[in-house]
DNA sequence: CTTTATTGATTACAGTTGTAGTCTATGTGT
DNA sequence: ACACATAGACTACAACTGTAATCAATAAAG
């Protein structure tokens, strides 16, 4: 198995408009970043190809454009950053992350109900 | 109010066993981060210098070592942290960021007791 | 007292990151 | 065909990081 790329915080920006929809173009990326970010269309491409270095993004030749898109899955990078994120910051324990995450942004209602929900799914299929 | 400092992996892991206990000398944070990982001795140092030099640690002089100390709080840097971290990753939400760790990381029963408990306090206090 | 060990301070140095600018090849308008 | 615009490739450059080594002051040991 390959090593986890380290992606910055800049690249992280492109990937994640790439993980919205994809494949598109440096121009398409660069304007979905103007309504978010205030970056330079130099900047943006400069990410673009360290991001294809670190085999994160591929792409293919349209004319003289390139189609990027993702190598790697939203989901599956969350999934290793939360996890790791976790097990650093509180020992590998979600719930004083969680407790210290309501007590700063407070929890809708919303998000109470769903996370009753996640707790009964697990309960259902561990049992 | 100041920015938030910026403290890397490195520097982290120093910050993180003066949390554990403080004050310390510097030779007692080298031993205890000795268990955990492989640095040498004038690494330990450097990052010890730097945080210092970004007012995360303080220190006092005994003699001629120093005492080490944090000036911010295990507490508010993970809770900002932990907030960052969900509003880049899952938008804000911590719902889906739990689903994705258990989902990994199974979850034990603990912790679903716990998670409960912890939404049973919010439910009592925001009715 | 003089040598030695130790502590923090300063310096080193390559790789990464943020943030672009310049170069080169190719498509486009006239 | 020819000048210009444009895309990606390459280059730039300072700050931050990981990872130490060297320097200078002082305490400890003989």
Redesign the pocket.
Do not use: C, P, V
């Given at each position: 198995m390959s090593d986890k790329p380290?992606i910055?915080?800049?690249?992280f920006e492109v990937l994640d408009v790439l993980w919205d929809d994809h494949p598109a173009?440096?121009?398409e990326v660069i304007s979905r970043l103007n309504d978010k970010k205030d970056?330079?269309e130099?900047?943006v491409?400069?990410?673009l190809?360290r991001l294809v270095k670190k085999e994160v993004l591929g792409f293919e030749k349209q004319?003289?454009?390139?189609l990027y898109y993702p190598l790697i899955a939203r989901e599956d990078y969350t999934k290793k950053e939360t996890a790791s994120f976790v097990s650093r910051l509180f020992k590998g324990k979600i719930t004083p992350m969680v407790a210290g995450f309501a007590n700063q942004n407070s929890l809708s209602k919303q998000d109470i109900s769903e996370l009753k929900a996640l707790i009964k799914e697990w309960e259902q299929n561990n049992d």
């Open positions: 380290e910055s915080n800049a690249e173009t440096s121009n970056w330079h130099k900047t491409k400069t990410l190809g004319q003289r454009q390139y």
